[in-house]
């Protein structure tokens, strides 16, 4: 007798299948979330036909040291290009990967695009990590389907030509039929993204009123962009400002060619300057003149298909100005690749934030939420008196917002400030939920413990189904510039219905029999 | 103890209709004030440039924000700045500034009166067209609407009697109402995220309505003045957890967005409101309801 008791007080209590199952997704999660505590830079994305390329650098490999010098984070490694880049003479430079070396023995900064190792598989939203978002539309006409389709991948393509590797191009509709398409850009974003997305991009190469050859790959068939045929190649000092001027080499199709060679043969030299054509090679990009180039006399009429495309950058310091002259020079080359839309584009809506701001954000956001589980965790400790049931609530409160936060990253879903607020918001119902459970297990002492915790769960279902409703419009409204929020709110208490808030009332009734 | 309890019960069983009378004066004032304000303004609601059309520009940094605003005002009339500042430091961190003028118009003047260029390292910039706001407000007001008559047939379905469900409904419209009066009251202008907020406060406040009528008119057992008293002791404490929750963001913790603090503004006083519009006025009207339909 005696040492069957013994057996029966030792005897680990039978956890219900729950337990279990929160156990699982809760681990589950940790593994979707799989936070990394490794230093250095990822490399995002490699330009084409770059020396970084050819020296086998990939997108998705981390650099941790240049020329000896740790990489712990991106700052370090703008400081130390920086500090090397531009130079006159060629350097050697030594980037040392997680697994590799390599040497690239080049004048200017390796042709990449880096950003900080994400600490985990979250991803966070505009607000939170800096980026920018645009929403545009045809200007004055309604897109089908097909429309939207062919701006979303010129779009795309424009962005990646351009360089830009962290974007997502996709249509959005609102409640009331209208097409969008939203851009979406992580971290660090050109200065001038409006003109890169809103830019109808019609490029046109004219003599006189005759059109020559046109943006897009029909009329040209390559563009330098990088080595001797493309680059700045003066800066000077002009009327107090600053100005860098850019070439690049073209190749045209053998079509335009010809029309080139036709319209120039009909043209006579210019008589104030003999060594030139009468008429300019005049250069429009969406109607407005970039540039106007002389055509030397001994082009007339033959069929070249070799051209350099000249512009030009400004500012008030030659920094600037090269800078500047950079940029143009990117667009107007990723504009001739990408070719042009047939139709002007309006930009409804623009933000761009500061990522410096989302660091600050972010930082306040997990003390604000330190600082809340501490007020709750005090206040329930209050109430219950009890350090084992404060805990559960705690501990099933922390679980519902940590496998939310899972879900989101296993979606991809980018947390932004409302989602966050969302989420903050169902674990409020969370608590509410827990509050229910225990006082309607002290509730009514005739009824059984499984009938109290059904009347429990008839308002929390309730509730659930109630908040479910309420939030369901946000999908909707507003081209869905909300859907994060009810997104959040909705996976928070679905979690808690499914997963937490039964594991919960298995865990108080242990206590209780206790 | 057990004195005590009969005694404020028998207290409530006297005043719980002069209780009703607080709630239902509060809801005619805001109602009245709303009246007013739409006279005024044409509108419901200030709205903030996500729902007007223009330009917000949030500056970062070490700046002289009155030379600034000074400047700035005789170009753009409509120019409103606010700062928000680290409350351990007592420093302002950023400055906003918005206007209906279009962040091309905008930034160039304020790089002039600054004396640097604004980068994506120093500022944010957010802009929404006029049109696009405009719609914006629209459907977020439709989606304000939907969300309401969704909640109110949700709530008839799960309790299947006309009046308790109603009194759930008014206190809904309760929680929705005297927030919004307050808010125009205090001249605070609303984004997009703020109604947004309005939506969630449909699905956040009206759990313990459902805890209140579930434990007057389907539970058994206790009388029926305990199990209110038991229900609102349970759901005001739920109610206080959530502001707990909610106030820090506002008296501890700055520097966050805004979207979220006006989310979390909202929620807080659609809470104080759910206080009043669960324990007096849906309350009364299901003693009353419980009364006539004799359920002890």
Not at chain 1, 246 to 260: C, G, H, N, P, Y
Not at chain 2, 189 to 194: D, H, Y
């Amino acid at each position: 007798m005696v040492l069957r008791e013994e057996k029966n007080t030792m005897k680990f209590p039978r956890l219900s299948w729950k337990i279990w199952l929160l156990a699982i997704v809760l681990l589950a999660s940790a593994l979707i979330i799989s936070p990394t505590f490794e230093t250095g830079v990822i490399i995002k994305s490699v330009e084409k036909n770059s020396t970084a390329l050819d020296q086998g650098l990939k997108s998705n490999m981390i650099i941790q040291s240049i020329n000896g010098n740790p990489i712990k984070n991106s700052e370090d490694y703008s400081r130390i290009i920086n500090s090397i880049f531009p130079s006159k003479n060629k350097t050697s430079l030594k980037i040392n990967t997680k697994d590799s070396e390599f040497v690239l023995f080049t004048n200017k900064a390796p042709e990449i695009i880096i950003a900080d190792i994400p600490k985990t598989k979250l991803k966070t939203g505009l607000d939170l990590s800096g980026g920018a978002r645009a929403l545009v539309k045809a200007e004055n006409k309604s897109l089908n389907a097909a429309e939207l389709n062919d701006l979303i991948s010129v779009t795309s393509n424009r962005l990646n030509e351009f360089g830009i590797a962290d974007v997502t191009v996709k249509q959005v509709s609102d409640l009331s039929g209208n097409n969008f398409m939203l851009i979406e850009i992580a971290g660090a974003t050109p200065t001038d993204i409006e003109d890169l997305v809103s830019k109808q991009g019609k490029f046109e190469a004219k003599i006189g009123n005759e059109t020559v050859f046109i943006g897009g790959e029909k009329d040209i068939t390559y563009v330098a962009r990088t080595g001797e045929q493309s680059g700045i190649y003066a800066c000077e000092a002009y009327n107090g400002e600053e100005v860098c001027s850019f070439r690049f080499a073209i190749t045209l199709s053998e079509q335009a060619a010809r029309l080139q060679a036709a319209i120039t043969n009909n043209l006579t030299t210019d008589p104030t300057n003999p060594d030139y054509l009468s008429k300019k090679l005049d250069l429009y990009l969406d109607d407005s003149l970039v540039d106007s180039l002389s055509i030397s006399k001994d082009l007339k009429g033959r069929e070249t298909t070799q051209i350099s495309i000249q512009g030009s950058g400004k500012g008030t310091t030659r920094k600037e100005a090269y800078d500047d002259a950079t940029n143009n020079m990117k667009k107007l080359q990723t504009i001739l690749i990408t070719g042009s839309l047939p139709f002007k584009l309006e930009i409804v809506k623009i933000d761009t934030i500061s990522p410096v701001l989302g660091k600050e954000f972010t930082k306040n956001l997990i003390i604000l939420g330190l600082i809340v589980f501490v007020l709750v965790s005090v206040m329930l400790f209050i109430k219950f008196r009890r350090i084992k049931v404060t805990a559960a609530v705690i501990l099933t409160l922390f679980s519902e917002a940590f496998i939310t936060l899972a879900i989101a990253a296993l979606i991809k879903w980018n947390l932004d400030a409302p989602a966050i607020a969302g989420i903050i918001a169902g674990m409020g119902t969370g608590v509410n939920d827990q509050i229910i459970i225990l006082d309607e297990a002290e509730f009514d002492k005739h009824a059984s413990l499984k009938e109290r915790v059904k009347n429990a769960f008839f308002i929390i279902l309730s509730a659930f189904a109630l908040i479910i409703v309420a939030m369901l419009p946000l999908f909707w409204a507003g081209a869905g510039m909300l859907k994060g929020f009810a997104l959040t709110t909705i996976i928070g208490v679905s979690v808690g219905i499914l997963v937490t808030r039964p594991a919960f009332s298995e865990i108080i009734k242990l206590i209780i029999k206790e | 103890m057990d004195n005590i309890e009969s005694n404020s019960k028998d207290w409530y069983d006297r005043y719980y209709k002069i209780l009703f009378l607080i709630p239902i004066i509060l809801l005619i004032i805001s109602l009245a004030y709303l009246g007013y304000f739409f006279n005024k303004h044409g509108d419901f609601m200030l709205k903030d440039v996500s729902l007007s059309g223009g330009s917000s520009i949030t500056l970062q940094g070490d700046i002289d924000i009155n030379k600034l605003e000074s400047q700035l005002k005789s170009k753009f009339p409509d120019l409103s700045v606010r700062s928000l500042t680290d409350i351990t430091t007592g420093k302002p961190v950023s400055f906003i500034l918005e206007s209906s003028s279009t962040p091309e118009q905008l930034k160039p003047e304020i790089e002039k009166a600054l004396g640097y260029k604004l980068t994506d390292k120093n500022s944010s910039t957010e802009f929404t067209g006029p049109s696009l706001s405009n719609s914006f407000y629209k459907q977020l007001l439709f989606a304000l609407l939907i969300s309401f008559i969704l909640m109110s047939i949700t709530i008839f379905v799960i309790f299947r009697t006309f009046l308790p469900s109603l009194a759930v409904i008014f206190a809904v419209f309760g929680d929705i109402v005297m927030p919004l009066a307050l808010i125009d009251f205090l001249g605070i202008r609303l984004s997009a995220a703020g109604i947004a907020a309005f939506l969630m406060l449909i699905g956040y406040s009206v759990d313990t309505d459902i805890l209140l009528t579930t434990r007057a008119i389907r539970t058994k057992g206790n009388t029926l003045n305990s199990r209110i008293f038991r229900a609102f002791k349970t759901g005001s404490f739920m109610t206080l957890t959530a502001l707990v929750a909610i106030l820090p963001a506002f008296f501890i913790v700055s520097g966050l967005p805004d979207s979220f603090r006006q989310i979390f503004f909202i929620l807080a006083l659609g809470l104080f409101a759910d206080l009043i519009n669960t324990w007096l006025t849906n309350a009364s009207i299901i003693k009353w309801y419980c009364e006539r339909k004799k359920i002890q």
